[in-house]
């Protein structure tokens, strides 16, 4: 069964950290493009960020560029997110996705994503 499954999330104040993991079962990342998007109550969801699958490119939503790092270990199967500076307006359910397509650069991230996870929670509040 192929998965891929979150981690990391939880209660942080407000300028603090966190590293978010994503880890593949049933299949191999290296050749898949990695999303981090993430959805607050009432909001649709965002795309975060991105990383190609060869060449490790990386996409940031302006929102998140400068605070937020995305990186890859294929050996490991796990993409990880590490957030940094967190504001409350970051408090969200983090999802991960894996597309074999590039990342999405800004343009509307709808259709990516073959294979999803279930979300990890981000709380920032002091």
């Known amino acids: 069964q192929l998965q891929l499954v979150e981690s990391g999330g939880g209660l942080v104040q407000p300028g603090g950290s966190l590293r978010l993991s994503c880890a593949a079962s049933?299949?191999?990342?290296?050749?898949?493009?990695i999303g981090w998007f993430r959805q607050a109550p009432g909001k649709e969801r965002e795309g975060v960020s991105c990383?190609?699958?060869?060449?490790?490119?990386?996409y940031y939503a302006d929102s998140v560029k400068g605070r937020f790092t995305i990186s890859r270990d294929n050996a490991k199967t796990t993409v990880y997110l590490q957030t940094s500076s967190l504001k409350p307006e970051d408090t969200a359910v983090y999802y991960c996705?894996?597309?074999?397509?590039?990342?999405?650069?800004?343009?509307?991230?709808?259709?990516?994503?073959?294979?999803w996870g279930r979300g990890t929670q981000v709380t920032v509040s002091s």
């Open positions: 996705a894996a597309d074999p397509r590039a990342c999405w650069y800004g343009q509307s991230w709808y259709g990516f994503g073959a294979y």
């Open positions: 990383i190609e699958s060869t060449n490790r490119i990386t």
């Open positions: 049933g299949f191999t990342l290296d050749s898949y493009a």
